[in-house]
């Protein structure tokens, strides 16, 4: 489980959502949602129009990836 969960296992979240959370471009999520190698992508869904990442998704690919966002 991650020291410091970011993102509530109970919802999931809209690309900009990420993004702004991270503090990043939304192309940054973008591009590791659409990522070639299974293991460096994001999983999400599409939901209607609207791609949606899972909460612990998101957190369980912040702690694989020792991303720590730098306000920590």
Do not use: C
Request: aromatic residues 6%; negative net charge.
């Amino acid at each position: 489980m991650p020291e410091s969960i970011l993102f509530s296992n109970d919802r999931a979240y809209r690309i900009d959502e990420v993004a702004e959370i991270l503090r990043v471009h939304e192309r940054t999520i973008r591009r590791l949602v659409n990522e070639i190698d299974e293991k460096e992508r994001l999983r999400s869904h599409k939901i209607k129009s609207s791609i949606r990442i899972p909460g612990p998704v998101i957190n369980q690919y912040l702690e694989d990836h020792e991303v720590r966002p730098e306000w920590e």
